[in-house]
């Protein structure tokens, strides 16, 4: 019998592996690292005033709110917040950019997360949502390419997202282990939860929710 000769695919053929909710993984630069971390233990030290937990989903003990933020947060942060706005429109996503949009934040808040602690899946409210990490001990890396090798599941401190059922020829979930300055941005209604560690150490980061708005708000998202 003859061989059937194997057919090349054309080089123009287009993959798409996976569509849905636009999410931005980027980094920050570190003077905005260093000055969440300052904010952070002033807000620590407010304890009483601004401890987050009861409106949070996380199994955490130290979550805490940062307050008069649009002071201080909006204008480093309105870079990525432009990005993100521009790929929406750039990839074609169902929402009509207005030339003068802007936005603010109904929240933002740190969290000390802990060993044993981790966040169960939930969303958040806004338009957008997003987690910035100050800081990520190499000895969870470690512990996840360690557990890796024994169990099947995300691993320790994966930050995890959820679209959809999991099915044949499909991808419903995205794992990401993030590094000190990872920034990822995501609808807030994206459900996802982050992996507890054993290991004795703390991870830091902050997270926000983010109202895009008609002109007459806070700053322009596009200067």
Not at 113 to 130: A, D, I, T
Not at 194 to 202: A, R
Request: glycine share 6%; charged share 25%; aromatic share 12%.
């Amino acid at each position: 019998m003859a061989k059937k000769k194997k057919k090349e695919v054309k080089e123009d053929t287009l993959w798409v592996p996976n569509w849905g909710p636009l999410l931005a993984q980027t980094s920050v630069d570190d003077d905005l690292v260093k000055l969440l971390l300052k904010k952070g233990k002033e807000a620590k030290k407010e304890k009483m005033k601004q401890d987050a937990r009861s409106k949070l989903a996380g199994m955490m003990e130290n979550e805490y709110d940062f307050i008069e933020y649009e002071k201080w947060f909006y204008e480093p942060f309105n870079p990525y917040i432009s990005s993100y706005v521009q790929a929406l429109e750039q990839y074609g996503v169902n929402f009509k950019i207005s030339p003068n949009l802007q936005w603010d934040c109904s929240s933002v808040w740190i969290n000390y997360q802990q060993k044993n602690e981790y966040n169960p899946p939930h969303n958040h409210s806004g338009h957008l949502s997003f987690v910035l990490f100050l800081q990520t001990p190499e000895e969870i890396a470690a512990e996840f390419d360690e557990q890796h090798k024994w169990h099947n599941n995300a691993g320790p401190g994966m930050l995890v997202f959820e679209f959809g059922i999991e099915l044949l020829f499909s991808i419903h979930r995205l794992k990401i282990q993030p590094k000190v300055g990872d920034l990822v941005i995501f609808p807030a209604w994206l459900p996802h939860h982050v992996m507890g560690f054993k290991s004795d150490v703390e991870r830091i980061s902050v997270s926000g929710n983010v109202r895009l708005l008609e002109p007459s708000g806070p700053p322009p998202i596009i200067k």
